[in-house]
């Protein structure tokens, strides 16, 4: 149940922000264990004023273009996954919209299962203790 939030600087196309969804919906899809339908995803665009990304921070020379995309999910998956998800997200994102692997900063922050609710006001996937 990853909860995506993607910001980025303001004045992309709509085409463009359905294919920043896309590509990271299918990387989840391909090496996350994501389950079809589990689309849970945010766009904020940002004026240059209230959007801050170091050019040249660890040693890659971001643009002006950089994305962020914050994962938020279960911590339920190893080393190898996280680092097949960030590949493909940059392969996928690099194909379409054409993002520079340089500007693809992602932030993955894991959760326990009982810190989500996903409507009724339930904890779904808290283990009942009750």
């Known amino acids: 149940m990853p909860l995506v939030q993607v910001s980025l600087r303001r004045g992309k196309s709509a085409e463009y922000h359905q294919a920043l969804f896309e590509g990271v919906y299918r990387a989840m899809r391909e090496t996350f264990d994501v389950p079809e339908d589990d689309r849970f995803m945010t766009i904020t665009e940002h004026d240059a004023a209230t959007f801050c990304v170091s050019p040249t921070y660890h040693g890659v020379q971001r643009s002006d273009e950089a994305v962020i995309i914050r994962i938020t999910a279960n911590n339920t998956r190893g080393l190898a996954q996280k680092r097949a998800l960030y590949l493909r997200i940059a ?40």
């Open 91 to 130: 392969e996928l994102l690099r194909a379409d919209p054409g993002v520079r692997p340089e500007d693809v900063f992602i932030n993955l922050v894991e959760v326990l299962p009982e810190n989500w609710s996903l409507g009724h006001g339930l904890a779904q996937y808290a283990a009942r203790q009750d």
